[in-house]
């Protein structure tokens, strides 16, 4: 499946059927403006294919009318501060009007508050979508009782089972924290522990290889 990027194909290579694509960054890094950009380019492939699977975005962050309007802004190159606040001009707002009452039917369907992998899997099952958008996937499995490396561990691990069992991608964002300061790395692993959920990444990659 394109990106609906050449670059980013060309980077990537598309999304393949047992993707797991994690985009990690700190608070207010702008992963959520990311996530939906990225979505909207796969729209875009997927009406232009004329693929009868959907998109289906699970937002554990935010409410989905918050999400709908970063996507509103990025679809129709809306200010999002003036549309936030109901401060679009004349001239924005027609266009916006104009836009909303169009024959377009999105193929992005929009799930709320998944706080488990087995509820992320029965969504998978319901809507049968082409590809799958998962803001906030660190607070998937909120009764953990482990570290929080051994949490994000564990959500990983069961995100990439879910993409080979049921041969959809994933993509999603997780949180990472402000790091311990240290002045020096010694090496891209040991630079991964400044970050608090970084842990849990090096684990995986020693335990994959």
């Known amino acids: 499946l394109s990106m609906g990027n050449q670059i980013l194909d060309d980077i990537f290579l598309g999304y393949d059927q047992t993707n797991l694509m994690t985009i990690a960054g700190r608070a207010g890094s702008k992963k959520t403006w990311l996530i939906c950009y990225l ?3 796969c729209e875009k492939v997927l009406l232009q294919q004329d693929h ?3 998109i289906l975005f699970i937002t554990n962050e935010m409410a989905i009318s918050q999400i709908e309007l970063r996507y509103d802004a990025i679809k129709y190159s809306l200010p999002y501060e003036l549309l936030l606040k109901g401060k679009l001009s004349r001239e924005q707002t027609r266009k916006y009007s104009a836009a909303l009452r169009s024959p377009y039917k999105s193929k992005i369907v929009f799930a709320e508050n998944c706080w488990t992998i087995d509820e992320v899997a029965a969504k998978i099952s319901i809507y049968r979508p082409a590809i799958v958008f998962l803001d ?5 499995e909120p009764d953990f009782n482990g570290a929080q490396w051994e949490k994000i561990l564990r959500i990983t691990r069961g995100l990439k089972m879910l993409t080979k069992n049921l041969r959809v991608p994933i993509v999603n964002t997780t949180q990472l924290g402000r ?3 240290k002045a020096e790395k010694v090496s891209s692993f040991a630079a991964q522990d400044e970050f608090s959920f970084g842990l849990s990444y090096v684990r995986s990659e020693e335990h994959t290889s």
């Open 52 to 54: 009868a699977a959907d």
């Open 136 to 140: 906030g996937s660190y607070l998937l």
């Open 39 to 41: 979505a909207l380019l």
């Open 179 to 181: 790091g311990k300061g």
